[in-house]
């Protein structure tokens, strides 16, 4: 297709994170267009997102292969082929094996509905709820071999309300995922990245002010 490198995204559900990343795209927010989409579950409504752009897609049921490492390796055949530069896991529900994050090393970004390392794993805004935090957020890492311990390139912060039911923390996290996941991609193909041991550094990027919040805001 065009001369723009293109990504692959990984989804497993309703693929909003997807979304935002196919309207950055096509707004031109991050210079890369979304060249494939493979899910693990053929009723993910991702799939349909995709189809919606004119994007390729891809199911692999995880459920037809043996072991994890020959579904991973599926998984890479496919990126390989599709010649995406760069891996994004947007709600992607399955833990990837060493042969799926060795084949593109430092290339396969993770979004996680927590801060990180806190509330690993699933269910980030339950986790969150029934610990007791008053922020919680979201993350954008870089994939390890461990669930979600990879060096951190973004993360976004709310507020945890008294009345908050799951859903609705997660949906307020939820929000703050679409601006970042944009921005980790963004912040990648500038090659901005820099890197001092588990620590990424944005580099040239503009420094927040510093803050205070407090929750409540007795
Ligand atoms: C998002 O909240 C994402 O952070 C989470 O699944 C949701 C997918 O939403 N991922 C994980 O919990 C990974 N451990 P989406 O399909 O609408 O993008």
Avoid: W
Avoid at 47 to 57: D, E, F, N, Q, S
Avoid at 81 to 94: D, K, N, T
Avoid at 143 to 156: F, H, M, R
């Amino acid at each position: 297709m065009s001369g723009i490198p293109a990504i692959a995204v990984l989804v497993s559900g309703s693929g909003s994170n997807l979304q935002a990343i196919i309207d950055a795209s096509e707004r031109g927010e991050i210079p890369c267009r979304v060249g494939i989409v493979i899910s693990n579950k053929a009723d993910a409504y991702g799939l349909v997102r995709a189809a919606k752009h004119g994007i390729p897609t891809e199911v692999v049921s995880h459920k037809e292969y043996p072991t994890r490492e020959e579904f991973d390796a599926r998984l890479v055949d496919i990126i390989r082929r599709s010649g995406a530069e760069l891996v994004c896991l947007a709600g992607f529900m399955r833990v990837l094996t060493p042969v799926f994050v060795r084949a593109f090393p430092n290339r396969i970004l993770n979004i996680h509905p927590a801060l990180l390392p806190s509330f690993p794993g699933t269910h980030g805004p339950r986790q969150a709820l029934d610990y007791g935090v008053k922020f919680s957020g979201c993350t954008v890492h870089f994939l390890d071999e461990g669930v979600d311990t990879g060096p951190i390139i973004v993360q976004a912060v709310v507020p945890v309300y008294d009345d908050d039911t799951e859903e609705a923390l997660a949906a307020r996290i939820l929000k703050q995922e679409h601006r970042i996941y944009a921005m980790a991609i963004r912040l990648y193909f500038r090659g901005r990245l820099g890197r001092k041991g588990r620590r990424v550094l944005a580099d040239g990027e503009t420094k927040i002010p510093e803050f205070f919040h407090r929750n409540p805001d007795a």
